[in-house]
């Protein structure tokens, strides 16, 4: 069964970069039709769809994020990573990874998320 | 970008009775092939989002047939027939009609 596991460091400061990598176990990142995606969930608030990228590479960002944003795949380590740069205390939020099959939007596999504060 | 409102915010079920949670887009969610791109997911506390219908209505494989979604345009609707502890949450829908895929605020479900 496919997993998704975020890491990365829990604090960042402000200004900094914040770095994430999702781990894929179960299941090839460069699969045909693989999309993967990056939700970020405030502490006790909603969620918000930052970034998604294609198996072949492409990228998909929001453009609220996308000056800040990157996202690429190591499909030899079977890994998707995130880097948000210039990051200040509203990018505080829980990071979720997940996997699309088929369609870019569908979400059907998640990891558990990586929370991540940024904070001096 | 398309912004989702869903009402209401907090919704406090007796066991065994209905559930109601509205979701309206600012704007039309028909893609131009014609398909309704509004999905429903569940997030039971602690635990990561999970999809539970797709496309309005097409409820995912494992998921009670005690929900239920519908709606056209801009209104939609899910509805649970019978709320179980189980179904303790909240609830978000999402639209994938437009770029960057939205979610609204999601509803709080906790039994009464």
């Known amino acids: 069964q496919l997993q998704l596991q975020e890491s990365g460091p829990g604090l960042v400061k402000p200004s900094e970069t914040l770095s994430l990598t999702c781990s894929v176990s179960?299941?090839?990142?460069?699969?045909?039709?693989?999309?993967w995606g990056w939700i970020r969930q405030p502490p006790g608030k909603g969620l918000e769809w930052i970034a998604a990228?294609?198996?072949?590479?492409?990228?998909y960002y929001n453009p609220s994020l996308k000056s800040r944003l990157t996202v690429s795949l190591d499909t030899s380590k079977n890994q998707v990573s995130l880097k948000l740069t210039s990051v200040t205390a509203a990018d505080t939020a829980v990071y979720y990874c997940?996997?699309?099959?088929?369609?870019?939007?569908?979400?059907?596999?998640w990891g558990q998320g990586a929370l991540v504060t940024v904070s001096s | 970008d398309v912004v989702m409102t869903q009402s209401p915010l907090s919704l406090p079920v007796t066991l065994g009775q209905p559930a109601s949670i509205s979701c309206t887009s600012s704007?039309?969610?028909?893609?131009?092939?014609?398909?309704?791109?509004l999905t429903w997911f569940q997030q039971r506390p602690g635990q990561s989002p999970r999809r539970l219908i797709d496309q309005v209505s097409n409820r995912d494989s494992g998921v009670p047939d005690r929900y239920s979604g519908s709606g056209s345009g801009t209104h939609f609707t899910l509805k649970i027939s019978r709320v179980e502890a189980e179904d303790v949450g909240i609830y978000y829908c999402m639209q994938s009609s437009y770029w960057p895929y939205t979610f609204g605020q999601g509803t709080k479900l906790e039994i009464k």
């Open positions: 997940a996997r699309s099959l088929g369609e870019i939007r569908l979400l059907d596999y």
């Open positions: 990228i294609i198996f072949s590479g492409d990228n």
């Open positions: 179960g299941g090839s990142i460069g699969s045909s039709g693989s999309y």
């Open positions: 704007q039309s969610l028909v893609y131009i092939n014609g398909n309704t791109y």
